[in-house]
């Protein structure tokens, strides 16, 4: 098992390596270079060259590359093209508030969301498996912004609970201050997760409830809370960690919506204007600090079903 | 060969009164549940819009309808059946123009996601171990990211045009197609009906087209609906990030942003008469200014929720093989 | 533990089932009778067996004893009365506290029963210790006196492995223990052997039936097995569509059977391998023989310097005369069907050849003509997964016609139905699809595909093992007769000997990839055996009430526990279970081909000709 586990860990450190390439690529070789944008309207031949030099971008491509990748692993992640201000201090403004809203969203949607996925696999075909089941279905095709307009219309302009955008962030706002404050990105982040998380939650669950052990468990008169609780999901939980990480993987493409939406600032709106202003420096990092994330994500679902496999648990 | 029938008969004389039991019901038909019918109504009603928008849309889709008046968030009237939107236009018509736009794109780049997914797929789980192992690889490297990141980075690099958003979303999903594609195939290849074709000494063509086609179809049109609905909500979410269609030209996804400044302050012109005659509150004023926001995203909700309902239906026929997670 | 006996007859039965209805409700509303008028009853003490083939209900009628519909069906009429109570009444309440306690169930599979992730002691102790019939300390140790009665290696500590760390037959063994633990009065034993191999399902058949008698519990035994029935059973009921054709007492029904239908499942049970069995010689011809393998090593995936990393099949040599039907037979696993694929060029053999008329074949399919490929033809065990779903009859048995002979259109059609009815399907169902098939229609439109491309050579690979006793027997005779009409010759692989010896000219006896011994079928049927040989006839059950008892005590029975076969082990793979090993030698050298004075029969084996018959008729 170990052997396995470390073997997946060494190709989820290649794999951050290939999207490292895939970034840079993405953001140097093609047309239009920093030099370029950075210098927009007053470029001449002449100052655009120095101007390169001075970025070290007259340097081949595989030089830049690996200077790159030795600054940001030493923590030196470059200036922003657009505002001329370190990297650093961008993302230190910004990156609480994505993180404590990813946390919380995480915190109260994640249990919710497999209680309610497990209920509704205890009671298939019942009204509440069907009402569960619908919405589900509903929300995962459904548009992310669609889910927030809907929050917003009921919570802000009907009950005028809190207004349609956050204004401010997290500093020096308690849990409870954080909760009332970004209450409708994270509500609307919860549903965008509860969607898909229960549904696979459910599938997980109904997969092992169907198999012939379980029937034997019936067959041996075991009580209904044994058979789920020692039997069932006993052999579910490898399934549901791996569920639970593919949906906060998920979460980022929810979260760059939710952020923009809203019109809070955190790192996925600081992304958009990197792209919309080109800022590749701000691109490069974000797009890596998000991959990693999402890779780690992966990583662990991976990780959780070989655990998960009891084969692998207590090898012969 | 001619004594056979005379031979049966001496066989068949202890098999008529005990037949052999069948052990499962033969295959039902394809038919579509009541809510899979719902589904085709609106896939049919919105693929219609698209198709014909120019020609039944009220106004164009940068015609205002008020000319003379300001009128931002005007709520529905005779003149303007869903109200206007930030820019005093007609929502009614830019939803029409936008239909053709959003379903244009996101077919567009499934058919080439499908184009490039299959093909590649399929090349992979036919040909020996290397190939496969590097297609796979490089495929495995691009799904390793998130694909709403995978978009920002190569719009950063490249701009947004139409021709950018189909190549990038059929580019982005082709990788997910083609991981689909290529499992399928191996699961079919390795059945023993293509086995006893391989036997039987068929070309490899022949094997594609007569063994692994027919029994792969079902499977991946119903995947084909799925891929679609990412995709609608890939491209809308790029233009509802200010990365997708650009305005002035009407998409449903830009219209959502555009007209986000609805959902908080609207101005008294939109709702002159907030009570009507008889003094109770006009309805309309309510609901009425959030058209702008609310039509937009209700026309990409009920298409993609309208596709997966069918997809349910023929998933589930096609013996769910694909995870809608993937 | 019984209550007040309600019903008329007698303290002494344990389940009484009047007049049983269960039916399946359909997707529109209308019902399906899965089974009806049921009546039996199960005195203590005794054995009742269900029989009949699939969809006959025997499994559907067995689980009603606990009060279990699988899901989809319900019980619609009649009564079940276990100790005098009738479960049908029962809540879910009522319903667990007699599973496990009163009733115990044993499903066909143990792997799939087990649950992977608990350890074997808590799975085998659960019902009791939950019902209240044990302590934990107490069920634990009746659960080791189990482990030691039913023969299990290493009873003290077997409690706390996992299900996957122990064999299939173990795990059949293992789940009769975690049925009697709770001291039930009667058990539900659904096909318990019938996934297993014969040498391992003789041990299990051995377990169950020494344990049911000490335990002195009642049992249903569902099985389809008529020679295993026979073995273990009182009484029987045959079951056909859902309904008794005939009951009675074992002796009754296997002796002289009453019904027809329980005729006709008597004349299909495979007869006992004998030598006065095997089939007239066939005529020897001076063409030589129609296919030759020779020196054939094969395996799956390929090391650097081209020797395969997983070696199944070692120095294989076997020759298929014009007209011969060349039975090969061993266990799962041994390698069989890689021969046979080895042979259509599917897998290219590492080292050796494969003659065809005398000629060498190229190793794949790709490099060989289409008039070799023509000449060869394979047929597959499961004919559900062999015939693709998407194509029609027609369109099956039509294709070798257009690749091998270019016949087209009509004449293509008119041959499909010539060929439909050489293997006795009627020419109209050319426009069915596979899955409007039955099981056997199945496997004879695989065969009329293999006839349309006039073979010379038809490679069987276990085309009875999927079908009814009943089914495999007529397509057996099919096989048989087509021979004798169209002088094709098959490799009939097997891992049922008494099928093989049936119908073979020749046999070659395969063990862990290679072949332990090669003959014609009188030969191998009679001393001097190879020792493996020996145990796989022993072990065949015969029709015959006692049987078990008789072998029960025999040295080769001893011999069938069955451990992981080894295949890269060195010196003889069988010496593990070997009754004659020599420590020293068999375990040491690979053990020399000893060929009898024909020339036919070979021996791998360390002992000589007359030692082996020396210790095998002496017992």
Known sequence: ?316 | MSDSTKTATDVADDEIDFQELYDAAPRQKFRFSWTGWIGVIVVTFWFLIAILGPFIAPYGENDLPYPDAYSEFQVPTAKALLGTDVDDRDILSRIIYGAGRTIGISLAATILAYLVGVSLGVTAAVSGRWIDMGLSRVNDAFLSLPTIMLGLVVIAAVGSSLTVLIFTAGLIYATIVFRISRALAMDIMVQDYVEAARARGEGLWWIIRKEIWPNAAMPMISDFGLRLIYVILFVAGLSFLGLGVQPPAADWGNMVRENLGALQHVPYEACPYPKNAAGEDNWLCGIGTKFAVLAPALAISTLTVSINLIVDDLSSYAGGKLTKGM | MSEAAKNPDTDNVILDVRNLRIIARREDGSTLNIVEEIDFTVKRGEVIALIGESGSGKTTISLAALGYAKPGLEFADGEVFLNGRDVLDLDRHGLRNLRGREVAYLAQSAAATFNPSITIGEQVTESAVLHGIKTQEEATKKAIELYHALELPDPEQLGSRYPHQVSGGQLQRLMAAMALCGDPDLLVLDEPTTALDVTTQIEVLKAFKTVIREQGAAAIYVTHDLAVVAQVADHIVVLYDGKIQEAGTTDQIVNSPGHDYTRRLMSAVRPTPSSDLASAKQEETDAGPAMEVKDVTAGYGRNLDGSPKVTVLRDINVKIERGHVVGVIGESGCGKSTLARVMAGLLPASQGDVLLDGESLPKTVRERSRDQLRRVQFIFQMADTALNPRHNIREIVGRPLEFYRGIRGRERTDKVAELLQMVDLEPDMMSRLPSELSGGQKQRVALARALAADAEVLLCDEVTSALDTIVGAAVIKLLRRLRDKLGVSYVFISHDLSTVASFADEVVVLYAGRVVEQGPVKEILSPPYHPYTRLLIASVPELRIGWLEDTMGTREAMAGIAGAVDLNAPGCPFSERCPLAIPGTCDVEVPPNRVDESGEHIIACHIEFSGLEREQTAV
């Open chain 1, 1 to 316: 098992m170990w052997s396995m586990i470390l073997r997946r860990i060494g190709i989820g450190i290649v794999t951050m390596f290939a999207v490292s390439v895939i970034i840079f690529c993405g953001t140097r070789i093609l047309p239009g270079d920093a030099a370029q944008i950075r210098l927009g309207q007053e470029a001449t031949e002449t100052n655009l060259a120095a101007f390169r030099k001075e970025l070290g971008l007259d340097r081949p491509a595989h030089v830049q590359y690996f200077s790159w990748v030795k600054d940001t692993l030493s923590g030196d992640l470059g200036v922003s093209l657009a505002s001329d201000v370190p990297v650093t201090d961008l993302i230190r403004d910004r990156y609480k508030n994505t993180l404590y809203v990813s946390a919380v969203t995480a915190v109260i949607g994640v249990p919710l969301s497999v209680l309610l996925g497990i209920l509704a696999a205890m009671f298939p075909g019942g009204i509440y498996d069907r009402v569960v089941t619908f919405i589900s279905v509903t929300l995962v095709s459904a548009p992310e912004f669609f889910l927030a307009t809907l929050l917003v219309l009921i919570f802000a302009f009907y009950f005028n609970f809190t207004s349609a955008v956050v204004v401010g962030g997290v500093e020096g706002k308690t849990f409870l201050e954080i909760l009332r404050h970004f209450f409708l990105p994270i509500m609307a982040l919860c549903m965008i997760i509860a969607a898909q998380l229960i549904r696979m939650t459910r599938a997980a669950v109904l997969n092992v409830m169907s198999s012939p052990y379980v029937e034997m468990a019936i067959l041996k008169g075991v009580p209904r809370k044994r058979i789920i609780m020692r039997h069932a999901l006993f052999n579910a939980i490898g399934p549901i960690v791996n569920v639970i990480a593919l949906n906060l993987a998920y979460l980022i493409s929810g979260v760059v919506i939710i952020e923009v939406f809203f019109a809070y600032s955190g790192l996925a709106t600081l992304m958009v204007q990197g792209v919309q202003t080109r800022d590749y420096n701000l691109i490069q990092v974000l797009g890596m600090l998000f991959c990693c994330v999402y890779i780690i994500l992966m990583l662990i679902a991976d990780i959780a079903s070989i655990v998960s496999n009891p084969r692998l648990r207590h090898p012969r």
